[in-house]
């Protein structure tokens, strides 16, 4: 990783949140202090003033052209920030596209075949430096939180747990999901989706699994104050069932009228947009006990 792309994943969440790729080499060749052009970031407002700006800004200064990106980006976040203090602009936040260059977009993490020109990419909340497609943002964080618990459930030494859709997400999303519970490397096992009545249910069993520690690299399970302490109840007391509730409520930002935003903008968002849907599941899991 380049220091400027180390730069660039240190910043605040909502500085880097949505990126775009230029095809200009090293932008910060062409100025002198990073911290000083990202507040001149290209915005996309609430409104037309916004489009306006960022279509000026890649006029006047070319693909990956900075500066004058940047000036055009400042037209359009005044004009939106106006609209917003009118009452004209719909009410929600503009929203800012940070220019990458090939090289720094080289030493982070995009989807398989990305980055590409044209597309904008919005930031993974706890991954600094992984960037994913708009359109499916919330479908891969959801993926993430769920991949994550089934690991907290194998490492703890789950031998059987199913994962029932309770509200928001259920049948519709297990075809876009890339579920993969790691129970070969416990033992072996099975793992399937199946439909019960109007509930749609994951189910797994590892029943040579004898594992009883926490999974390395979590993430979710910082925030996360249920999972500790039955994970606790587990490896301190030995608990051998335990239910938990998997939910995911946060929009992170990325919301429909953003995408709209970029849309209209040219920029593509991978796909249709998927917005977040307030969403609750539960997982339910028999461990191994020696007792």
Avoid: C
């Avoid at 000026?56 to 203090?85: C, D, T, W």
């Avoid at 090939?102 to 919005?122: C, K, T, W």
């Avoid at 992984?130 to 993430?144: G, N, P, W």
């Amino acid at each position: 990783m380049t220091d400027h792309s180390l730069e660039i994943s240190q910043l605040p969440y909502e500085q880097r949140q949505f990126v775009m790729v230029t095809d200009t080499g090293d932008l910060s060749a062409s100025h002198t202090s990073w911290t000083a052009e990202t507040q001149r970031q290209t915005a996309i407002g609430a409104g037309a003033g916004a489009a306006v700006g960022m279509t000026l800004g890649l006029f006047l200064g070319g693909l990956g052209a900075i500066p004058g990106a940047a000036i055009g980006g400042l037209v359009g976040y005044a004009k939106a920030r106006r609209s917003e203090r009118k009452g004209t602009g719909g009410g929600h936040a503009s929203r800012m596209v940070l220019p990458l260059s090939s090289l720094d977009a080289a030493a982070m993490e995009f989807p398989q075949g990305h980055p590409r020109q044209g597309f904008v990419y919005a930031a993974h909340p706890l991954l600094p430096g992984r960037y994913l497609l708009v359109a499916d943002f919330h479908l891969r964080l959801f993926e993430h939180k769920l991949m994550e618990l089934l690991r907290l459930l194998t490492s703890l030494g789950a031998i059987r747990y199913e994962v029932r859709a309770v509200e928001g997400w259920s049948r519709n999303i297990a075809a876009h999901l890339n579920v993969d519970v790691p129970v070969a490397a416990s033992g072996g096992g099975v793992a399937n989706w199946k439909e019960h009545g109007q509930e749609l249910v994951y189910s797994a069993r590892a029943d040579g699994n004898r594992s009883r520690e926490l999974p390395a690299g979590t993430l979710w399970y910082q925030d996360e104050a249920t999972w500790q302490e039955l994970a606790r109840q587990r490896l301190e007391h030995g608990l051998d069932t335990l239910q938990l509730t998997l939910s995911y409520r946060d929009d992170f930002g990325v919301t429909a009228e953003a995408s709209a935003g970029f849309s209209a903008l040219g920029l593509k968002l991978g796909g249709q947009f998927e917005r977040q849907v307030d969403t609750t599941w539960t997982a339910t899991a028999t461990f191994w006990s020696d007792r």
